[in-house]
């Protein structure tokens, strides 16, 4: 893979369409539960295992066709979250270990994959910034449609936003695991800062 890849126009614009609409109307879609460096952004969490895929796409069925394409065959844990960013919103920058509340011993993820479902038109920033300790190795322009997938050992960070509208992307976390630490990963759950939802 190199340090990442990139897949233009990987999805039809109906279908990113009806996925912006279903992760906007979502109940679940509040004040992001990500750490500190996620400033100003939204979103929600589905962490599950491989063993759980089914009952993934049986509650997000919008979800189905980002995952056929997206999720590696040799990964067996998985850290999903929409991330809405929005004018003055950013990412600091960070290395993925969201499993890490889980099991305090996992490493960072083999790969990251994002898609990007809605980019402003007007966007200004944005852009997803990739870096190894001593350089950076990517600097990746958010388009519609584009699936990025990037090593879960690089340091990453989103430029600030400037923009009348939302700048909407589905990022997944994919892990694998031992057996030890596969055991203390949920099968399912979905992690929100939304009230008045059941999960």
């Given at each position: 893979?190199?340090?990442?890849?990139?897949?233009?126009?990987?999805?039809?614009?109906?279908?990113?369409?009806?996925?912006?609409?279903?992760?906007?109307?979502?109940?679940?879609?509040?004040?992001?539960?990500?750490?500190?460096?996620?400033?100003?952004?939204?979103?929600?969490?589905?962490?599950?295992?491989?063993?759980?895929?089914?009952?993934?796409?049986?509650?997000?069925?919008?979800?189905?066709?980002?995952?056929?394409?997206?999720?590696?065959?040799?990964?067996?844990?998985?850290?999903?979250?929409?991330?809405?960013?929005?004018?003055?919103?950013?990412?600091?920058?960070?290395?993925?270990?969201?499993?890490?509340?889980?099991?305090?011993?996992?490493?960072?993820?083999?790969?990251?994959?994002?898609?990007?479902?809605?980019?402003?038109?007007?966007?200004?920033?944005?852009?997803?910034?990739?870096?190894?300790?001593?350089?950076?190795?990517?600097?990746?322009?958010?388009?519609?449609?584009?699936?990025?997938?990037?090593?879960?050992?690089?340091?990453?960070?989103?430029?600030?936003?400037?923009?009348?509208?939302?700048?909407?992307s589905l990022?997944?976390?994919?892990?694998?695991?031992?057996?030890?630490?596969?055991?203390?990963?949920?099968?399912l759950t979905?992690?929100?800062?939304?009230?008045?939802?059941?999960?």
């Amino acid at each position: 893979m190199g340090y990442y890849t990139e897949r233009e126009q990987v999805f039809e614009s109906l279908y990113l369409s009806e996925l912006q609409g279903q992760i906007q109307a979502s109940p679940y879609l509040a004040v992001n539960n990500l750490n500190r460096d996620f400033v100003g952004t939204k979103g929600f969490s589905v962490v599950f295992r491989r063993t759980a895929l089914l009952e993934v796409i049986r509650r997000f069925p919008w979800f189905r066709p980002y995952l056929d394409v997206a999720l590696l065959p040799d990964c067996n844990a998985f850290y999903l979250n929409p991330l809405l960013l929005k004018n003055g919103s950013r990412v600091d920058p960070h290395i993925d270990r969201s499993l890490r509340s889980y099991c305090k011993t996992i490493d960072p993820p083999s790969a990251v994959s994002v898609l990007y479902v809605n980019v402003p038109t007007d966007l200004d920033g944005g852009e997803l910034i990739l870096r190894t300790p001593r350089k950076q190795v990517g600097q990746i322009l958010p388009q519609a449609g584009k699936l990025v997938l990037f090593q879960g050992d690089l340091t990453h960070s989103v430029r600030a936003v400037t923009s009348t509208s939302s700048r909407l992307s589905l990022v997944c976390e994919q892990y694998c695991l031992d057996e030890k630490e596969l055991s203390d990963i949920p099968e399912l759950t979905i992690e929100t800062r939304a009230t008045r939802v059941k999960i």
